[in-house]
Nanobody, 125 residues
Framework: QVQLVESGGGLVQAGGSLRLSCAVS????????MGWFRQAPGKEREFVAA????????YYADSVKGRFTISGDNAKSTVALQMNSLKPEDTAVYFC??????????????????WGQGTQVTVSS
């Protein structure tokens, strides 16, 4: 069973930066794709970014393209989300997710098999 643990959330002013990290433990089998999703109060969970472990291909939601960067360290089994130029509308609980079955980058939360507990990001105006 894959376990994902996020860290790095917090409170930041608009225009600031935060770096989220996701530690992937008990990697007893291959995880092909890692993703970040977020959920704001009263809204559905939405895709933020995804990364393939092999090759390092990335995919971003239009709302974060150019501001957020997803990266992975295969040796350390960690995935990071560097968030710059943060806006109040980025406020949400951010979740790390792992996709075991299928190797394509996906923005569909149903494609991901394992989820972390989430970390709160609050951007003040």
């Amino acid at each position: 069973q894959v376990q994902l643990v996020e860290s790095g959330g917090g409170l930041v002013q608009a225009g600031g930066s935060l770096r989220l990290s996701c530690a992937v433990s008990k990697l007893t089998f291959s995880v092909n794709v890692m993703g970040w999703f977020r959920q704001a109060p009263g809204k559905e969970r939405e895709f933020v970014a995804a990364l393939t472990w092999i090759g390092g291909s990335t995919y971003y939601a239009d709302s974060v393209k150019g501001r957020f960067t997803i990266s992975g360290d295969n040796a350390k089994s960690t995935v990071a989300l560097q968030m710059n130029s943060l806006k109040p509308e980025d406020t949400a609980v951010y979740f790390c997710a792992a996709r075991r079955f299928g190797a394509s980058l996906s923005s569909d939360s149903k494609a991901y098999n394992y989820w972390g507990q989430g970390t709160q990001v609050t951007v003040s105006s």
